[in-house]
């Protein structure tokens, strides 16, 4: 029998869990490989949802937990995160010894993964490499790609980017964005069970009458405008006059603008129809957002599993402004007006599904390739 590959999976947030969720769970099945999960940053907090609850209800078992999270939410902060992370990561893929290093996206977790992972000359795997958003989280993004030694294209551009950086293409595939796999195991026709959450805060949504969900994250390239974002997208939640779920902003530079802000809103309009929510499971946001009349904020996940589900969503401001979409998305200024008509545009419009992001057979695609491949760490520009 072969020995088994080490591989160690960078878990940095609630987004990057539900995307390779399934992925670790056929690993683990699989003799090949030994899977280690590590866990750092922002989830282990329980004001960002405590993850590690989840991943425990998931029978996923976590190998260490990493504090690195500096509080403050702001720029300078989330340097040092930055810094604080490459440090503990370090010492703790030095002491686990993998054979692959897994991560994703662009997160500027993923950024010291990548750093660490480097310099320890492992095996680096990474997943969803190649995509533009126009935020700072694309030069994230193009800078872990340079690091890495194995790239999970999610889409056919995405691949063809990464060959122009330079980059072999025999450690290049378009494998789908294995999230597709996940919103196909899910009867949607099951409501949410929002017991499971205490109803959150505000007031209780009732999931079979009509209801709006809002997702704001943080833009820390206009880190300025983060106040006008909430804002706005506040007022046009408001003249909607229907029920609304609001989820919890993810831990980038300009997150305590907007939780400070949520919390004011609650407090001082006691009668909106208003539901928040620190965090869902993945399944469960899924279904919130399928059966939404429409999904509202900055979120990729309304681009990514929205052109899927075809989710109507309203995509406002400039985080996502360069990712690539399906017939599902509108984009919108920071207006509340604008941000009404467009939910109104699109709320009117046929969307039809979109596989521009995978067709669900990721998984199995990324199990064969990891298995296989020549876990070579030399890297040179490719010409």
């Not at 294209?153 to 378009?174: L, V, W």
Request: one cysteine or more; proline letters at 2%; hydrophobic letters at 35%.
């Amino acid at each position: 029998m072969k020995k088994k590959r080490k591989i160690c999976f960078v878990i940095v947030n609630r987004a990057n869990y539900g995307r390779v969720r399934n992925l670790m769970k056929f690993l683990i099945e699989k003799e090949f490989f030994s899977v280690q999960i590590l866990l750092v940053s922002s989830p282990v907090l329980k004001k960002y949802g405590g993850l590690d609850k989840i991943l425990a209800r998931d029978k996923i078992k976590i190998e260490e937990v990493i504090y690195s999270h500096i509080e403050g939410e702001n720029l300078i902060t989330m340097a040092k995160s930055t810094a604080l992370l490459l440090q503990e990561l370090s010492s703790s893929l030095a002491r686990l010894k993998p054979d692959i290093v897994f991560t994703i996206g662009d997160r500027y977790e993923s950024l010291a993964t990548a750093i660490a992972s480097s310099y320890l000359n492992i095996f680096l795997a990474h997943l969803q490499g190649g995509e533009l958003s126009g935020s700072i989280d694309e030069s994230i993004r193009h800078a872990v790609t340079k690091l890495s030694n194995l790239h999970l294209a999610c889409t056919k551009k995405s691949k063809d980017r990464i060959r122009k950086m330079g980059e072999n293409p025999k450690f290049i595939f378009n494998v789908g964005c294995p999230s597709i796999d996940t919103i196909k195991k899910i009867n949607f026709k099951e409501r949410v069970n929002l017991k499971k959450y205490s109803y959150g805060l505000g007031f209780k949504v009732d999931l079979k009458k009509p209801y709006y969900v809002v997702m704001i994250h943080p833009d820390t390239k206009n880190y300025e405008k983060n106040l006008k974002l909430v804002d706005e997208v506040f007022k046009s939640a408001i003249k909607l006059n229907e029920q609304v779920v609001w989820l919890w902003p993810n831990s980038d530079a300009g997150a305590n603008i907007i939780t400070k802000k949520m919390r004011s809103y609650r407090e001082k309009n006691k009668k909106i129809r208003m539901n928040f929510f620190t965090n869902l499971e993945v399944s469960d946001y899924l279904k919130l957002i399928k059966n939404s009349k429409c999904l509202i904020g900055n979120t990729s996940s309304g681009i990514r599993e929205g052109s899927y589900l075809s989710v109507p969503y309203v995509c406002v401001g400039d985080r996502q402004y360069m990712r690539e979409r399906g017939s599902n998305v509108i984009d919108c200024k920071i207006d509340s007006k604008k941000i009404l008509d467009s939910i109104k545009k699109i709320t009117s419009k046929k969307i039809s599904k979109s596989t521009i992001y995978g067709n669900g057979r990721s998984i199995k695609k990324i199990y064969s390739i990891l298995k296989n491949i020549n876990l070579d760490i030399h890297k040179t520009f490719y010409d």
